[in-house]
Each structure stands twice: as structure tokens, then as C-alpha cells.
T-cell receptor, first 110, second 111 residues
């Protein structure tokens, strides 16, 4: 059974304090690893897709990386507007829908 | 181009009532999905469709039904509402590429 686990559940940072969010996954064959941002009361907003180990993608203060068992979302010098829940999801080659982790709630304090 | 729209935004139901959650997309995407998200949890797949006339069950289909008569619409039906169905429901779409795009959600409370 596909499984996606995210840690930590919650993270509080000071503005400018860099950190990383972890996503570990167990699938029979990874077709893609996805990161989404979700603001309170909103639907998930797509951030990145990673397809193979060693791949990296960046967007502003965010960088996502992928290994054979984990993905990391690195947040460099975060700002209060980066506060949100970050969701990780995996797509197995044999399936047609994503398996989601339970998310990391990030709070960045000024 | 509105993307994925969902109605209603909020709804309160009594136990045993029925309702339909609407999802419409204008992106001509083949795949459509229904997820539920309970507080502090990830998204659980209820049903999905790979095209008009084709639907299939996800992880948590019990108590729900779907239909897909057109590419644009993918309604989710609750026949006998139960408190366990209190949740936020998200519709999502996908074209051939793997990225799923989500609607704004419907917050449902069953009392």
C-alpha cells in the first residue's frame, strides 16, 4: 500500500530562519512526487513536481529535492507570507490518483 | 478561465438528508477527482473519473456516489448524510500531465 509521511507536523520559525520539511514515501514505483501549499480555507495550490532521484526545483524561497525514499522542501530566509500548510503527495506508476501526506503546518513569525 | 469551481462553499445538513456537491471545470481535463480532508489530516480519495462515462472508487467511497456525463461536470452525491461525513470536500482535475489542480472546497457539517 502506498504511504506518504510528513514531518514535522508543525514548525514555527522566526522570519529569516531557514529550515527543511521532510516527506518520506513508500510506493512500488514512483511516477512523481508533488508539493502543494494550502492556505486556511483554500484548496491546495501546486508548487513542484519531481520525477527522479537527484532532481531539484526552485521557486522564490522554496527548493524541493528528491531522493529514492524522501523529498525535502527547503525554505530559505522565510517570510511571514510563507506561513501555510505544505502537503506532499506521491503518484505510483500503477495508480491514477495521488496519495497525500498529512502535511506540515508552517508558521513564520515576524 | 475559472479553472475548477465548486458549489456550495458551505452547507449544514441534518442526519439522513441528501445533497449533491457540484464540481465544474473549464480546462477540458480528462481526469477528475473528489477528495475529503478532515481536520489536521491529508486528503483522502473518494472517487475519480478518467473521462465522461467512466468512474471508479478511491480509498473512502462508502456513503457517496458520483456520475460523469460530461467532461466539465463531476457531481458528488451524499444519499444519507452521517456525522462521519463532516469534512471539507475538494474536487481536482488533471490532464495527461500529472499535476492535479484543486477547487476551493466545500465545507460540510452534518448534525
Amino acid at each position: 500500500e502506498d504511504q506518504v509521511t510528513q514531518s514535522p507536523e508543525a514548525l514555527r520559525l522566526q522570519e529569516g530562519e531557514s529550515s527543511s520539511l521532510n516527506c518520506s514515501y513508500t510506493v512500488s514505483g514512483l511516477r512523481g512526487l508533488f508539493w502543494y501549499r494550502q492556505d486556511p480555507g483554500k484548496g491546495p495550490e501546486f508548487l513542484f513536481t519531481l520525477y527522479s532521484a537527484g532532481e531539484e526545483k526552485e521557486k522564490e524561497r522554496l527548493k524541493a529535492t528528491l531522493t529514492k525514499k524522501e523529498s525535502f522542501l527547503h525554505i530559505t530566509a522565510p517570510k511571514p507570507e510563507d506561513s501555510a500548510t505544505y502537503l506532499c503527495a506521491a503518484l505510483d506508476t500503477g495508480r491514477r490518483a495521488l496519495t497525500f501526506g498529512s502535511g506540515t503546518r508552517l508558521q513564520v513569525q515576524p | 478561465n475559472a479553472g475548477v469551481t465548486q458549489t456550495p462553499k458551505f452547507r449544514i445538513l441534518k442526519i439522513g438528508q441528501s445533497m449533491t456537491l457540484q464540481c465544474t471545470q473549464d480546462m477540458n481535463h480528462n481526469y477528475m477527482y473528489w477528495y475529503r480532508q478532515d481536520p489536521g489530516m491529508g486528503l483522502k480519495l473518494i472517487y475519480y473519473s478518467v473521462g465522461a462515462g467512466i468512474t471508479d472508487k478511491g480509498e473512502v467511497p462508502n456513503g457517496y456516489n458520483v456520475s460523469r456525463s460530461t467532461t466539465e461536470d463531476f457531481p458528488l452525491r451524499l444519499e444519507l448524510a452521517a456525522p462521519s461525513q463532516t469534512s471539507v470536500y475538494f474536487c481536482a482535475t488533471r490532464l495527461v500531465q500529472d499535476t492535479q489542480y484543486f477547487g476551493p472546497g466545500t465545507r460540510l457539517t452534518v448534525l
